[in-house]
């Protein structure tokens, strides 16, 4: 009985990875003639194509998407077995790690966990960017080391997830605007003039949904991509922004803001990391890092646009 080539597992992994011999043989430093052999080997193993072209790229057959689900845990789980195993030293490593993160969370959250990770790791640098999509892809290829955001049906199966908090869809008004005084009822919130945020540009939002049975439908004026662009022009003008309230706590400093008069789902904001870091200890450590901020007690804005512990 012939022995399996178990290099053929870290080849496959990265081919079913970039979906491309080209960028594949670059991963691996390897010529695109001797990643094109692989992949001849990795056919005659399974007895499957494979890697199909279609139009100028190459897709994946049915055989390749089950091997793609079983073949990254082995190829992690072979990484970590031949990892040594170091004691953490938190003053003497350096690194950089990448949080990718929802908007609002740097502003709110950054400064603490800046702080915090300063203190216990000064060799340590955290470079944040900006959530665009749900793609777990980067989580993936370890392009990031940590995410944040709301768990959704584009977050990969494989992911290790944990929630950090939950949090509230509340209205903001700029201070004086005929809504930061009186009974706020739906009516009043309905009529007003909104700005909604989307990050696809759809027109309607889980806010419009909980207005359909109360017969009321907000006018939205304009359509933006993210909560600090919504409360920049909500501070300069007439117009409603509906945001998180956890999320946008210090960039709402000097504005009026309101419990929604509507019953909305709250969410919860979790902490996502693919789970062939679940074992590296100074990934844990930020993980613990990132909880601990984002667990200590919340200052909440009151209605009046002043503070208040919560």
């Known amino acids: 009985m012939s022995t399996a080539d178990l290099n053929l597992l870290v080849t496959l992994d990265v081919l079913l990875a970039e979906g491309s011999v080209a960028r594949a043989a670059q991963r691996l430093r390897l010529s695109p003639s001797a990643m094109s052999r692989a992949l001849a080997r990795l056919r005659a193993t399974t007895g499957d194509p494979l890697l199909v072209r279609a139009g100028r790229g190459l897709v994946p057959t049915p055989r390749a998407l089950e091997l793609r689900e079983q073949v990254g845990p082995l190829v992690q789980a072979a990484e970590a077995a031949l ?52 793609n777990s892809a980067p989580l993936r290829d370890g392009s990031v080391d940590l995410e944040t955001g709301v768990v959704g049906k584009a977050t990969a199966p494989e992911l290790r997830v944990q929630a950090l908090f939950r949090d509230r869809f509340i209205g903001v008004v700029r201070m004086g605007h005929p809504l930061s005084q009186g009974e706020m009822t739906p009516h009043r919130y309905a009529t007003g003039k909104h700005i909604l945020v989307s990050r696809r540009g759809f027109d309607r939002g889980m806010i419009d949904e909980a207005l359909k049975p109360l017969g009321l439908e907000r006018q939205i004026v304009t ?3 993210g909560f600090s662009t919504a409360l920049v022009l909500a501070r300069a003008s007439d117009l409603i922004a509906s945001v998180p309230e956890r999320h946008t706590a210090k960039l709402r400093a000097g504005m009026h803001s309101f419990p929604l008069p509507i019953a ?21 450590w930020l993980r613990g890092c990132v909880r601990e901020v984002c667990g200590e007690r919340l200052i909440r804005p009151s209605i009046d646009g002043g503070s208040a512990a919560g």
């Not at 990892?83 to 690194?95: G, N, Q």
């Not at 400064?111 to 640098?125: K, N, S």
């Not at 969410?267 to 789970?275: A, E, F, M, Q, R």
């Open 83 to 134: 990892r040594p195993v170091e004691k953490l030293d938190l003053e003497r490593l350096v690194r950089m790690y990448t949080l990718r993160t929802s908007e609002g969370f740097v502003e709110n959250f950054g400064p603490d966990l800046i702080a915090r990770v300063a203190e216990q790791a000064p060799g340590v640098r955290l470079c944040f960017v900006q959530k665009s999509n749900k």
């Open 223 to 225: 359509i933006v991509s």
């Open 264 to 284: 909305t789902p709250e969410i919860t904001v979790s902490l996502h990391w693919h789970p062939r870091m679940d074992a590296d200890p100074a990934h844990r």
